[in-house]
């Protein structure tokens, strides 16, 4: 059957007269042709009035675009950088200044940092599976190609176990042995992105980097590594892209590498790299992997043990006072996310709210202005169900062009991130398949909610009244 909607010369398709049959076997064909039937409907309603579809695709596409845009963002600044090991890996603290210092440092009395002293006497212990000592310099690196420029980096000065702790993902060799640790060997690792700046890319494992005078040997090239936040390091971008280059840690006190990471020292009569290894300066952080319950237990003893000892030693004048902190506790006892970042959220989410009231009332003023077709419809024997089937799917076309419009507004506002905050928070600036996906069934969820009370009132149009009063 064929004819044309009310005031319209484009004709609609004939109604499937083959009703399917439960259990029969053309059941799927026939439920594939009545949605294709509805949908057909869907796209020539849309099509009859262009300029109120656009508007509602363009209201439902910036919501999800400023929504999806800000929550990509608060994901990435609030997720855990690490979650396969988060809850095995601690961040070591102790009190080595006393309750006189308590006011200058953090709300617990206890600075993000140890002193050389202490790092190296808990190292000693070796009371963790795997532990590494971490601190910050600043140095320029070269090649031996007189072409490129000597860059300046922050070098990360690391422990071997550093790299097994934090998972990290090598594209070319590993990381330095035990050995190098012991003898402060001139060896280094570099990213993927140092890589291709230097070798082209290529595998340089043996090849040789020039820093601060000193020539370092190759032995690893990251892969990409998407920590974010990097939370070893949240003095200097936390984030930011990977560090570029790592070199060990007794090789840079060996070299007296500049400290760049946060210090803090009572006596700064003597600044000397020697005076500061004997002083109690508060430096170097100190990382360790617990993954059992048990071998959490047996740590904080150790590291009470240990400041008993100090006091007991006279260095200490007050009770011990430790503490260790998964990655997820420190980031948040760093208070690393910032409280403004929750009332962007809900902003943009309350932005996509308007645009969904928005959205909600041209769909009503669709269903106004369709109210003689669906009398049409319904007084030649359509059902309230199939006119709620048929709004539904237009329902769905528009949340799915949507979907598309929000997403290519989201890499949009994503790539002006990118261009505006540089590398300063490179890391927050990229989308993965799982983002993609909440973005586009969001999408689809919200269009069809705010649909659901236009399509209750295009079910209970009376056709009688309506077709009397034309």
């Not at 080595?96 to 002293?117: A, K, V």
């Not at 990360?156 to 176990?161: E, G, R, S, Y």
């Not at 989308?431 to 649909?451: K, R, Y």
């Amino acid at each position: 059957m064929t004819g044309t909607f009310h005031g319209v010369d484009e004709p609609y398709p004939a109604c499937p007269t083959n009703q399917p049959r439960l259990g029969g076997p053309n059941t799927t064909n026939d439920e594939y042709r009545v949605f294709g039937y509805n949908l057909d409907l869907a796209l020539r309603s849309l099509r009859r009035n262009p300029v109120l579809t656009g508007l509602m695709i363009t209201a439902i596409g910036f919501g999800i675009g400023t929504s999806m845009t800000s929550l990509s963002v608060s994901r990435a600044m609030s997720g855990d950088p690490i979650p396969e090991k988060s809850q095995q890996l601690f961040m070591v603290q102790i009190d080595s200044w006393g309750p006189d210092q308590r006011g200058e440092r953090n709300e617990d009395g206890l600075d993000e940092n140890l002193s050389y002293i202490d790092a190296m006497a808990l190292e000693n212990l070796h009371a963790a599976r795997r532990q590494s000592r971490f601190y910050s310099s600043y140095l320029n690196a070269r090649t031996e190609d007189p072409k490129l420029k000597p860059v300046g980096m922050i070098v990360p000065a690391v422990d071997a176990d550093f790299f097994p702790m934090l998972n990290a993902p090598f594209r070319f060799g590993g990381p330095w042995s035990r050995s190098d640790d012991q003898d402060g060997n001139p060896v280094v690792v570099i990213s993927r992105k140092l890589n291709d700046q230097f070798f082209s890319g290529a595998n340089s494992i043996g090849k040789t980097v020039t820093l601060g005078g000193d020539s370092y040997r190759v032995v690893g090239v990251l892969d990409r590594w998407p920590l974010v936040p990097r939370f070893y390091n949240l003095h200097i971008l936390p984030y930011g892209q990977i560090d570029e280059l790592f070199i060990p840690f007794t090789r840079a006190i060996k070299q007296q590498a500049p400290v760049t990471s946060g210090t803090s020292c009572k006596d700064t009569t003597d600044a000397s790299f020697e005076a500061r290894l004997r002083s109690e300066c508060l430096w170097i952080q100190l990382w360790v992997e617990l993954p059992a319950a048990a071998e959490v237990v047996k740590f904080r003893t150790v590291l009470n043990n240990y400041a008993t000892q100090q006091q007991q030693s006279g260095r200490f004048h007050w009770p011990p006072h430790t503490q260790i902190r998964d990655v997820m506790q420190w980031l948040r006892y760093r208070h690393i996310v910032p409280n403004e970042l929750g009332l962007l959220v809900l902003a943009s989410f309350g932005f996509l709210f308007v645009c969904l009231m928005n959205a909600m009332g041209l769909m009503l003023a669709r269903i106004i202005g369709r109210t003689q077709d669906i009398s049409v419809r319904r007084a030649l024997g359509a059902s309230r169900t199939a006119i709620i089937v048929q709004c539904l799917v237009e329902t769905t076309v528009i949340g799915v062009l949507g979907a598309i419009l929000g997403l290519l507004l989201t890499v949009l506002g994503v790539l002006a991130m990118r261009a505006a905050l540089a590398d300063d928070f490179a890391a927050l600036t990229y989308l993965n398949g799982q983002a993609i996906g909440i973005e586009v069934s969001l999408a689809i969820a919200v269009t069809v909610a705010a649909g659901l009370y236009p399509t209750w009132r295009a079910a209970h149009v009376e056709p009688a009244l309506q077709l009397k009063a034309e």
